[in-house]
């Protein structure tokens, strides 16, 4: 039983964080170069959308869960045949949390709620592209960070794969 939790574990680990590097990576990809190419006074309407709308349950597991699903399998794959394995799932899980959730929640959450403070009807549109740019700009650094970290994360959950026994006798 051990084991097959182990597996189970690392097999959700695996989609977990994979889907937040891909969600991150979205938006490296095209999500604020998008954005950009419209007038900055409905770029940050639509963040601001944007921003409500990921707060739904279909992200909640993911962002949220993503690292206990890490440890879970690190603790499942310690007490089975799995020792180095679990090593390396439980660094992709502290990799996750402070790199993609804490980070996330101390810089990028913030100057999100900042922004929806932003009433884009008061502002000229030379204000409002400054307020997008310093936004954008900022928001895309720490945006590539947190991508980055949960690349590295999603590194050590392939890493663990590669190191995991099979199982098989």
Same mark, same amino acid.
């Given at each position: 039983?051990?084991?097959?939790? $182990? ?19 979205? $938006? ?24 409500? #709308? ?27 045949? #799995?020792?180095? #394995? ?42 409002? #592209? ?40």
């Amino acid at each position: 039983m051990t084991f097959f939790g $182990y597996r189970i574990f690392l097999t959700l680990s695996l989609i977990m964080v994979g889907a937040m590097f891909g969600f991150f990576y979205a $938006y490296i990809a095209s999500g604020i170069n998008g954005l950009s190419t419209m007038p900055a006074d409905r770029a940050i309407d639509a963040m601001n959308a944007i921003n409500i #709308a990921v707060r739904n349950p279909i992200f909640f597991p993911l962002f949220f869960l993503t690292p206990f699903a890490c440890f879970i399998a690190a603790g499942f794959g310690w007490f089975s045949s #799995a020792k180095r #394995a679990a090593v390396l799932i439980a660094t992709a899980g502290v990799v996750y949390l402070l790199g993609g959730l804490i980070l996330t929640a101390q810089i990028n959450v913030p100057m999100n709620d900042a922004l929806k403070l932003v009433d884009t009807a008061t502002l000229s549109p030379q204000q409002a #592209a400054q307020v997008w740019d310093d936004y954008a700009s900022d928001w895309s650094f720490w945006n590539a960070v947190r991508t980055g970290f949960t690349g590295i994360s999603l590194l050590f959950v392939g890493l663990a794969i590669y190191r995991s026994p099979t199982g098989q006798s």
